[in-house]
C-alpha cells in the first residue's frame, strides 16, 4: 500500500475519545453495549449448548420428562437471551432496538454541537482554503449509521459481541482440538489478508473508474434532463450523445468485471479453506467418537461451535479494518475540530455606543486574505464621523466590501488597528461587537423560516410583530406580504414547508433592508443594496435614505458614482487603497479618478437615456 | 382494506412486467435465462446436503464405524458444500456481470426515449413526475431492476423447491410437526406484517421529518450563512427551532420503538417456542423408539429448513409484487406515446417563404391560449425581430416554427405546404436557435458545435470568429480540444454567461441552416449575412438596449407580439 500520511490521532486515542463522547452524550449507551454484548454471545452459545444436552440425554436411552425439561429450559433461555438482544438493539439490517434509537440521538446530538461551534467559529475561518478543505473531510464524521462517532460506537458493539463469543467457543472446544482452532484462527487470518488485499486493488480498479463515472452519471442525467431537451433536438445530438454513453458504460463494464473477478477468485479461495476446516473438524471429531473419547452429542456441539467460532473470529479480524477507517473518519473530525475551537472573549463595548453611536477610526490597517498574497487592502488610514453618511464607490475589486468586513470584524486586520472612540475594536467581545451592526450583504440569504423571523431572525415567540410591520412599510415591502395568504407568518423557501415563497432579487433586498433596520443598530452598512431593485424602488430608497438612516453612522457601497450623491461624504478605493474622498461635487472638481469614472459612466447613459448599466 | 386493494393491483402487473423484461431480455442475451435456471436449483437443492449427510454420518457413528464409509461421507459432504459455495460464488459474479449489463441497457433505452420522445411531453410536470419514477423503477437497484426481479424470482422458485422436499422429509416421519410449524410460521408472519403495516407510516413521516431535519443539519451549515448568522446572530433561533426537530423524532422513534419492542418479543417467543417444540417433540420420538438418534438431527435440521423456505415464499411473493410495482413505472413511461405528427417529405435546404396561418395554440393541460389566430408572412431571405414582454408569447412562436409544438389551431406552411407533412428530422436541418435557455456539454468546444461529426477545422473557428468568439478562442490553449467546463477535465473551462452564449451561437452558425433563430441575443451583435431568414427575439422592456447592433444593409422587420 502506499504511504499513509501520518494521522494526528491513534485509533486508541480515537477509541478513549469516542467512550468519553458517548459518556458526555448518553451515559446510559454504555451500559446498553454491556448487555447487548452477553446477551448476544450468550445468545450465540445457547444452541450450541442445549442441543448437546437433549442428545446426551437420547442416547443414554433417555428419560422423557428429562428431555421435556431440557427441551422447554432451551426455549426459554432461548426466548431470554434473543428477547434482550432483540429489544436492545434488534436484527437484521436496519436495526432499530432501544439501544439503536440512541446511537442514531447519539450521532444527531454531535452533529448538532459541531454545527453549532461551526455558526461561532470566527467567519474568517470560512473563507480560508485550508479550514474550508478540513471542513469537508470532517463532515463524513456524520455521514450516517455507519460512519463517524456512531459508526465506530455501533462497530465497537459489534466487535465487543463477537469477542465474548469467541471465549465462549474457545472455551468449549479448547480441551479436545485445541488445533482445529488454530487450523480456523489461521484460516480466518489468510481469508482476511486476502480480502483487504482484495479491497485494495478493487479500490484501485474504483479510483481509474471514478473519472468515467463521474462521466456516465453526467450523461444519464443529461439524458433524461429535459432542459436540454431543445438544443438535443435542434441540433441532432442525440446519437452523439447516446454514444458517447455507451462508451463510456462499456469501459465501466470492462472495469467491473474485473473487479467481479477478483470476488470470485476470493470467494473460492474462501469456499476451499472452509471446506479444508470442515473436512478436518469432522474427520477429528468422528476419530474422536470412534475412539471413544467424546459422544455423539458432543460431536455435534464442537462442530456448531467451530462454525460460530470462526463467524466470529471474522468479525473480529474485519472489524479492525473497519474500525481503522472509521478512527481514520474522526481523526479528521478532530483535526478540524483543533482548528476552530477558539472561542471568543473580550469584554462588552460601552452601553453609550449603542445608544449614540461612535466615531471609528481605521489607523495603518492592511490585509490579505487568507491564501492570497495579494494585499487587499493597504495601510488604509480613514475616519468616519460620528453619525455621518459615508458612500464608498470603486470598481470591483478595489477593496470595498474588505473594508466593510473588516470594520463588521468578520475579518481581523494582519496590521494596524480599528478604533472605536479610540477603543480598538478587537478588545471588544465579538458578538456584543456584532450586534452595533445591521448590514445589508450584496448576496441576501433566507431562512426556511417565516418571512417574519427571517426580518427580526430570532425566534417567533421572540419577535416583535409590530415592528417588523413597521420595518416591512420602511422597506417598501408591504406590498409583497399583502399579496401573501398568511401575511408576515408565511414561510419562506420550500426546504420545510411546500408552501414556502421564494422572493425576487428585487424583494430580496427589500426584505433584508427591513433585517437590518430591525435591528435598531448605530452603524448601518448597505453593499449594494439597489442591484436587484426596480427604477422606482431605488429612487424611493434614496429619497428616503435620510430617514431610514436617522441618527445613525450609514455607510453605502456602490459601484454607480451617481447613486452616491446624497451622501455627506464619498470616499472612492482604488488598488487596496484609499485614492480620494470628500463630496461629489469637490470631487468632481478634483478632476480626479472619481471625475474620470463619472464621466465615463455619464456618457453611458447620454447615449442609452432608458437603458440600464451594464 | 386499502391495503389488499393495492396489493391485487400490484399483482395484476406481474406479468406484463415480467413479458416486458425479460422479452427485452431475452433478445439480448439468452445465457442469462440458462444461469438463472441453474442458480434456482443449485439454491432449491442446497440445504438438502446439511439434511441428509450429517444424519448418515451420525447413524454410522452410532452404529457400525465403518471407517471407509465414515471418510466416504465426510469427503461427499465437504465436496459437496464446496460446489455448492463455488456454484453460489459463480452465480454472484454471473449476476453482478449481468446487472452492470442490464442496468446500462435499460439506462440505456431510457435516455434515448427522453431524447427522442415529443417534445411537448417534457414539458409535461406530470411526465417529468413520471420519468423520475421510471428511472428509479427500471434501473435503480434499490427499486426495481431486472437483477432484483430475477433476484426474488430465483429466491422465490428455490423456496418452493426446498419447501417441497422438506416438505416430504418431514411429512413422511411426523405430520403432526409439520402442522406444528406451519402454525408457527403462520402467527409469525401475522405478526410481522402487523408489524410492517404501522412501520410504513412511520418511515415515511421519519424521511418527511428527516427531509426537514437535513435542512438544520446540513443545509444551514452552509457556510454562505455564515455572515448573516453572525452578524444578526441568528444562532438562538436556529438552534431553538432544530432542537424541535430533534425532540420530535426522539419522540416518533421512541414510540415506534415500544411497538416494535413488543412485535420483537412476540416473534423472539415464538421462535423459541418452535425450538422448543421441535426438540420436545422429536426427542420424545427417539425416547419411543420412534424415530433414530440420526433422524431426530436430520429432522431438526429439515424443519428448521422447512419453516424458512415457507416464510421465504410468502416474503419473496410480497417482495416481487412490490419490485413490479415500480419497475412497472419504467414499462408504462417507456410505452409514452408520442403524438407529434411527422409526415414523409423531405425538406430542402433552401430558401423557403414560411407563413403562420391564423396559428393558435394553448399548452397542454393550459386554460388559455398562450398565442391567439397569429399570422403572419415571413419572406425568404428576410430578418424579422419579435418583440414583447415577457410571457407575451415569443419564445412560444419560436417553438412552433422548430416543431417541438404542434399548433392547436391553424397552420404553419413553408412554400405553402404544411409543416407536419415533412419528416420532424429532414424539416430540423432547416433551422439554427440559439434558445435563450440554450446548454452547453461538458464536452470538448469542437464536440459542442459540431457533434461527433468529422468536419473542417477552418469551419468551425469561422463560425466561432463569427459568433464573436475569436478574441477569446485566441487565449485558449487547447483551442478545439479546450473541454467545455470542470466536469471531466481539470484544464476544461467555466465560461462567463457572454462566452457561453457565443460559444452556443457559433454552434448555430455552424449548422448553417437556411432558418436563424435567436432568442433574447447579445447586444451589439452584428448580423451575419448569408443567413437567409433571421428571427430574433427580444424583451420589450429591453428594447433600446438591445438595438443597438448593426444589421447590415438589410432593413429589419418588427413584429410585436
Known sequence: MAAKPKLKYSLAQNFVWMLKSIREFDRTLLTWIAMNGVSTALGNMVPIVFPKLIIDELTIGGRTERVIFLAILFGVMLFITNGITGISYGFGAIPSGSMSIRFIALRIKFHQRQNLKSMTMDFENLENPEILDKHAKAERAFYGNYSGLEGMSRQVLTMFRSLLTLIGTISVVIVTGYWLLLI???????????????????????????????????????????????????????????????????????????????????????????????????????????????????????????????????????????????????????????????????????????DKGAEIEF?????????????????????????????????????????????????????????????????????????????????????????????????????????????????????????????????????????????SGGEMQKLALARALYKDAPF?????????????????????????????????????????????????????GIAECGTHTQLLAGGGKYAELFNIQAQYYRDNPESEAI | MDNEVKISKQFKNIFPCLRYFYGIAWKRDKSYFLSTILEIIVKGFTPFINIFIPKLIIDQLLGERDVNILALLISVLVLLNLAAAGANNLFTFLNDKYRVK??????????????????????????????????????????????????????????????????????????????????????????????????????????????????????????????DIRTYNAVPMITEHSDYYVNTEWYMQRKFNRKQNRFTTATTFLNSAQQALLYGYLGIQVVRRAITVGEFQMLITAAVSFATSLRNIVENFIALARTVEFMNEYRLFMQIEDTARSGTKKAEKIKHTIEFRNVSFKYPGAENYSL?????????????????????????????????????????????????????????????????????????????????????????????????????????????????????????????????????LARAIYKNAPVTVLDEPPPRLTLWRNTIFTIVLTNLSAIKRRFIFRTGSQAVNFAII
Open chain 1, 363 to 503: 489607523e495603518n490597517v492592511s490585509f490579505k486574505y487568507p491564501g492570497s498574497e495579494q494585499y487587499a487592502l493597504k495601510n488604509v488610514s480613514f475616519k468616519i464621523n460620528l453619525r455621518e453618511k459615508l458612500a464608498i464607490v470603486g470598481l470591483n475589486g478595489a477593496g470595498k466590501s474588505t473594508f466593510v468586513k473588516l470594520l463588521m470584524r468578520l475579518y481581523k486586520p494582519e496590521s494596524g488597528r480599528i478604533l472605536m472612540n479610540g477603543t480598538d475594536v478587537q478588545t471588544y467581545s465579538r458578538d456584543e461587537y456584532y450586534k452595533l451592526f445591521g448590514a445589508v450583504f450584496q448576496e441576501i440569504y433566507t431562512f426556511a423560516f417565516s418571512v417574519a423571523e427571517n426580518i427580526s431572525l430570532e425566534k417567533y415567540d421572540k419577535t416583535n410583530m409590530q415592528r417588523v410591520k413597521e420595518t416591512i412599510e420602511l422597506a417598501g415591502l408591504q406590498d409583497k406580504i399583502a399579496t401573501l395568504k398568511k401575511g408576515i407568518d408565511t414561510p419562506m423557501m420550500k426546504n420545510l414547508d411546500l408552501e414556502g415563497v421564494e422572493f
Open chain 1, 184 to 354: 480456523a484462527a489461521v484460516i480466518v487470518t489468510i481469508t482476511s489478508i486476502m480480502s483487504d488485499r482484495a479491497r485494495i486493488k478493487t479500490k484501485q480498479i474504483q479510483d481509474e473508474l471514478a473519472p468515467n463515472n463521474r462521466k456516465i452519471e453526467y450523461l444519464q442525467n443529461m439524458t433524461t434532463d429535459f432542459t436540454y431537451g431543445k438544443d438535443i433536438r435542434i441540433f441532432g445530438f442525440k446519437n452523439f450523445i447516446l454514444g458517447k454513453f455507451k462508451e463510456a458504460k462499456e469501459t465501466d463494464f470492462s472495469g467491473s468485471k474485473k473487479i467481479f473477478k477478483i470476488e470470485l477468485f476470493n470467494s473460492n479461495i474462501g469456499a476451499v479453506l472452509t471446506g479444508i476446516q470442515e473436512a478436518a473438524v469432522y474427520a477429528w471429531m468422528c476419530y474422536k467418537v470412534i475412539a471413544g473419547a467424546i459422544n455423539i452429542g458432543s460431536f455435534l456441539m464442537y462442530v456448531a461451535s467451530m462454525a460460530t467460532f470462526s463467524a466470529a473470529m471474522k468479525e473480529i479480524v474485519q472489524g479492525f479494518v473497519d474500525l481503522q477507517q472509521q478512527s481514520a473518519v474522526i481523526n479528521d473530525y478532530r483535526e478540524y475540530d483543533d482548528l476552530i475551537d477558539t472561542p471568543p472573549t473580550g469584554a462588552k463595548p460601552p452601553e453609550s455606543i449603542r
Open chain 2, 102 to 227: 442490464f442496468d446500462n441497457l435499460f439506462y440505456e433505452m431510457l435516455g434515448e426515449k427522453c431524447m427522442r420522445m415529443d417534445f411537448a411531453h417534457t414539458e409535461n410536470a406530470e411526465i417529468l413526475a413520471r420519468r423520475q419514477k421510471a428511472e428509479r423503477g427500471g434501473t435503480d437497484n434499490t427499486y426495481g431492476t431486472l437483477y432484483v426481479m430475477t433476484g426474488v424470482i430465483t429466491a422465490l422458485i428455490s423456496a418452493v423447491i426446498t419447501f417441497a422436499g422438506t416438505l416430504y422429509v418431514v411429512g413422511r416421519l411426523s405430520p403432526l410437526l409439520l402442522a406444528i410449524l406451519v402454525a408457527i410460521t403462520i402467527i409469525n408472519m401475522v405478526v410481522v406484517s402487523n408489524l410492517s403495516k404501522g412501520s410504513v407510516q412511520f418511515y415515511k413521516d421519519l424521511i418527511e421529518l428527516n427531509r426537514k431535519f437535513g435542512y438544520y443539519n446540513w443545509n444551514l451549515k452552509d457556510f454562505k450563512y455564515g455572515k
Open chain 2, 372 to 504: 391567439r389566430k397569429v399570422s403572419i408572412k415571413i419572406e425568404a431571405g428576410s430578418k424579422l425581430s419579435v418583440v414583447g414582454q415577457n410571457g407575451a408569447g415569443k419564445t412560444t412562436f419560436i417553438k412552433l416554427l422548430c416543431r417541438l409544438y404542434d399548433p392547436t389551431e391553424g397552420e404553419i406552411l413553408i412554400d405553402g405546404i404544411n409543416v407536419l407533412e415533412y419528416d420532424i428530422d429532414s424539416y430540423r436541418e432547416l433551422l439554427s436557435v440559439v434558445f435563450q435557455d440554450y446548454k452547453l456539454f461538458a464536452f470538448t468546444l469542437r464536440e459542442n458545435i459540431v457533434g461527433e461529426k468529422v468536419v473542417n477545422k477552418g469551419d468551425i473557428i469561422s463560425a466561432l470568429d463569427k459568433a464573436g468568439f475569436s478574441e477569446r478562442y485566441e487565449k485558449l490553449e487547447a483551442g478545439l480540444n479546450t473541454s467545455v467546463y470542470k466536469s471531466f477535465d481539470k484544464n476544461g473551462i467555466e465560461f462567463s454567461g457572454g462566452e457561453s452564449q457565443k460559444i452556443a
Open chain 1, 524 to 576: 448601518i452598512v448597505l453593499d449594494e443594496p439597489t442591484a436587484a431593485l426596480d427604477a422606482l424602488a431605488e429612487e424611493r430608497l434614496y429619497l428616503n435614505f435620510d430617514e431610514l438612516c436617522k441618527g445613525k453612522t450609514a455607510i453605502y457601497i456602490s459601484h454607480r458614482l451617481a447613486s452616491t450623491q446624497f451622501c455627506d461624504r464619498i470616499v472612492l478605493f482604488d488598488q487596496g
